[in-house]
């Protein structure tokens, strides 16, 4: 077996292109290797900021051998009536290189036609490689290309340079005017290069000595964090780690190289969130703090390189970033001096969205939807809840806010408690805008999680009344996220609201407004587009697929009840009697949707027991006259898992009206009774799921 490296060398990648581009490569390079009939043990890709590398391990020789049916013609024109073959059968075999005495019939569901039994494959993989890379490398994706040179390949940035070793031999391809080869290049400080890599096997050992490059991205972050921590502990500190900016950061250096800053106490004096801030979104640097959470006068930033003059380097970060600190430190005192009031009034000025208003009129909107939330999901703090509201977007008109846009909302809630506001309403503002993304919180207290809902209401009812629907990828105002945020929020803190009810309130909130689609038609689309929202929601909890379309069929105005029928079925799709319970079950459903028109009249579930003349329909009958009660008490208090109980007591019933009665009968009284019968049976059905949409 085999080892074989291809490395793409280019201008530096930015950082946020790589994850995604190391997880594609991967899957890019397997796929053409098994599409080649290429063996491997293990496949590995790396992503540093000016490489792209595949290793190969346990690579084989040759291609896979195997034996495959070739067909030609059918055996009708392939032979005369004699049995000798036709020019259509001799072509067929001088075609395929062989000689007719291998030819014979193959028997498919098409018919017989004549074949030849070939072995294909067995090609060695140094003539398969070349081909390999050239299709590996011309599907990668990237968020934007470029165009650099005279063949007009377009790649994330100018390549310059391209390694591909299986073992000692050069696999020779040609890309953006280069030449594959066996040379590669190092960090450019440390250790440039050129190299010659005699051999794949060779590649990793003098990348990393004398090229001093970190390949494995969990190797810089271990650097880093490791370095970092020590660094900390020196001072009596601990570094504020952020995942994602560790990536980042990983992403950004070949030779990663932690160092430790410090700046003037008297910043200290700026509230955490604006430190951290300055120092994670511009500076891509690490806050550090004590035992106790309190920041020091410190931050971590990582180099990519062993600098020469380690305090001169020091010097220059603790510089640009005292000049952040300083506009901080401006922009808080100048915001410190204005008035919530004040703020209020030039929200006026601002527009929100075209021809949904101002900020200040949104404000007012939510102010009043807050009120009228609150009162259902937490009426002891109905006027904190609206006052929330009101002051949820004051902060976008601040200055700190308008040179630090990630601090919105967060900066709102520091305000709003430095300038005398309650703990529940300086909670709430800076809470509102959660959850972030699927993997972020949702608002802890119920104020702001009210206030949180008003708010992603208010956008997406606008939105939808301008028609501003999403479709594809195409999202601007991340409507999506917002209506998955209003599913979390609801489910998690186990409110019980009407989904419809909510998005009703909110548009009438909107007053003046010229919309480009009626309320009813946007109403519509809305609940659609949730109805999506709240599929793959629960889809992403490992639900199964047909369980849940089934129970969004059912309804899904009340999501919290949504998610106790989702469990109750998901429970019982695990009994053995499952799948016959769903045929019994669809089955009258099924009648009931198909046949329902030929009643004499609307079916209403109220049948007539003197027209019950079968033994078996009355059996039915006072099966559902005697679980009613039962029914109805469960139902009431929630207990689906019981509910689903009931239906197998049922079941034998049902199966036996089924095998002894004639639903469609021509006799239209008794038709019509028989169908009121089974209406009375599939309304209970319903309120649980939809068993039509239970693929058996």
Not at 258 to 276: N, Q
Not at 536 to 552: K, N, P, S
Request: with cysteine; net charge negative; aromatic share 8%.
């Amino acid at each position: 077996m085999s080892q074989f490296i291809l490395e793409i060398g280019m201008e530096e990648m930015p950082a946020r292109f790589l994850p995604d581009l190391e997880t594609e490569l991967g899957e890019q390079a397997s796929s053409r290797l098994q599409e080649a009939q290429l063996a491997f043990s293990s496949l590995l890709t790396y992503a540093t900021p000016r490489r792209l590398v595949v290793s190969v391990d346990g690579l084989a020789a040759r291609q896979s051998e195997r034996q495959e049916i070739v067909t030609g013609p059918p055996a009708s024109i392939a032979f005369d009536q004699e049995g000798g073959l036709t020019k259509a059968g001799t072509g067929f075999a001088r075609s395929q290189g062989v000689d007719a005495s291998e030819l014979f019939v193959h028997t498919t569901e098409r018919g017989e036609y004549l074949a030849v039994q070939k072995l294909t494959g067995g090609s060695p993989t140094a003539d398969l490689l070349p081909s390999v890379c050239q299709k590996i490398l011309s599907d990668v994706s990237f968020p934007k290309k470029m165009r650099w040179e005279s063949t007009g390949l377009q790649f994330g940035r100018p390549i310059r340079w391209l390694l591909s070793l299986f073992d000692e031999t050069v696999v020779p391809f040609r890309l953006a005017n280069l030449e594959a080869g066996r040379t590669t290049w190092g960090h450019r400080v440390h250790g440039p290069g050129p190299f010659e890599v005699p051999s794949a096997g060779e590649y990793f050992s003098i990348l990393r000595e004398r090229g001093h490059i970190i390949l494995d991205l969990e190797e810089r972050v271990q650097m880093i964090q490791g370095e970092g921590d020590a660094l900390a502990a020196n001072k009596g500190g601990r570094i504020v780690w952020k995942d994602s900016l560790l990536q980042e950061v990983a992403n950004l250096a070949e030779y990663p190289k932690p160092i430790l800053g410090d700046f003037s106490r008297a910043y200290l004096e700026l509230p955490r969130e604006v430190l951290l801030t300055s120092m994670e979104s511009h500076q891509k640097s690490f806050g550090v703090e004590d035992a106790d959470g309190r920041l020091l006068p410190h931050f971590l930033c990582t180099l990519n390189l062993e600098p020469r003059d380690l305090d001169l380097v020091k010097r220059g970060w603790e510089r640009v970033l005292k000049a952040r600190l300083e506009d901080a430190a401006f922009f808080w005192k100048v915001d410190s001096r204005a008035s919530l009031e004040a703020w209020g009034q030039e929200l006026d000025k601002v527009v929100f969205l075209g021809p949904l208003g101002s900020l200040g009129q949104k404000a007012r909107r939510l102010e009043s939807l807050c009120r009228g939330l609150a009162k259902e999901l937490s009426p002891e703090q109905v006027d904190e809840a609206a006052r929330a509201g009101r002051l949820a977007k004051v902060d976008l008109v601040s200055e700190m806010v308008g040179e630090f846009g990630d601090l919105q909302g967060i900066m709102g809630g520091i305000y709003a408690a430095q300038k005398g506001e309650s703990g529940s309403v300086a909670t709430a503002i800076s809470e509102h805008y959660l959850p972030l993304g699927p993997e972020s919180a949702v608002p802890e207290s119920d104020c702001g999680a009210v206030v949180s809902i008003a708010d992603k209401a208010d956008n997406l009812t606008g939105c939808f009344g301008l028609n501003m629907v999403p479709s594809g990828t195409h999202d601007p105002y991340a409507l999506r996220r917002q209506a998955l945020g209003i599913v979390r929020i609801v489910r998690e803190h186990g409110y019980r609201i009407s989904l419809k009810d909510l998005l009703v309130r909110s548009q009438q909130e909107y007053q003046e407004v010229s919309w480009a689609i009626s309320p009813e038609q946007s109403l519509e689309k809305l609940l659609e587009f949730f109805a999506h929202r709240i599929r793959a929601y629960f889809l992403g909890q490992g639900y199964d697929t047909r369980i849940v379309e089934a129970v969004l069929s059912a309804g899904m105005d009340d999501i919290c009840g949504l998610g106790l029928r989702l469990q109750a079925l998901q429970d019982f799709s695990l009994e053995s009697d499952f799948e016959q319970a769903v045929l019994t079950f669809k089955r009258a459903d099924n009648i009931i949707r198909k046949q329902g028109d030929q009643a004499a009249e609307a079916l209403t579930g109220r049948y007539i027991r003197d027209r019950l003349i079968d033994e078996a329909e009355k059996d039915l009958a006072d099966r559902l006259e005697e679980l009613a009660p039962r029914w109805e008490a469960m139902w009431a208090a929630e207990e689906f898992g019981q509910l689903f109980g009931l239906l197998r007591e049922l079941r034998p019933v049902v199966d036996r009206f089924f095998d002894r009665v004639m639903v469609m009968t021509e006799d239209a009284e008794l038709r019509q009774n028989r169908l009121d019968l089974l209406q009375a049976l599939v309304t209970r059905l319903a309120g649980l799921a939809d068993f039509a949409a239970l693929q058996i």
